[in-house]
């Protein structure tokens, strides 16, 4: 029997772990640095999310959230995370897992994660796994160039 590297799964947990990481980070400070901001876009019938029942009937699939100006009672775990934030004056407690993370984006930086969950197969012994997708460009795509970084120091 041959064995194979799981990319694909390899990658999943690094980009969960980032995750996980950057909000520890916040959780011991209790704010984001500068400019930094999150939309964090997850999947409401993912069976360990926790919101408010008036959340999942008003975002059905999907729901995404800002944390920003207003959040507090960050908690980290290597499961997920809960929050509580602010919708029209009323606070609400969130716990999202990090696999029911669908997108994880800091546009302050321009940095995005997105995870596609691919269909399940009748031949498939392991669950769907996720994978890092590069945006599609209008452009065919040039040959890679080296940059050096010292261009965009200040």
């Known amino acids: ?59 059905p699939g999907e729901m995404t959230i800002v944390i920003q100006h207003w959040f507090d009672n960050l908690v980290v775990t290597d499961e997920g995370f809960s929050v509580t934030l602010n919708f029209g004056n009323a606070p609400e407690p969130l716990y999202i897992p990090y696999d029911s993370i669908k997108t994880f984006v800091d546009p302050s930086v321009e940095f995005g994660l997105r995870f596609e969950t691919q269909p399940d197969s009748d031949d498939e012994e392991e669950a769907p796994m996720d994978e890092m997708v590069e945006p599609e460009d209008e452009a065919p795509r040039k040959d890679a160039e080296v940059v050096s970084l010292d261009k965009f120091r200040k």
């Not at 690094?14 to 876009?41: C, E, W, Y």
């Not at 999310?49 to 008003?58: F, K, M, P, Y």
């Open 1 to 59: 029997m041959s064995r194979t590297i799981d990319y694909g799964n390899l990658m999943h947990r690094a980009m969960r772990s980032l995750i996980q990481n950057v909000l520890s980070d916040i959780q011991k400070t209790g704010q984001l640095p500068g400019a930094h901001h999150f939309f964090i876009t997850f999947d409401t019938q993912h069976p360990d999310v926790e919101i408010a029942d008036w959340l999942s009937d008003r975002y």
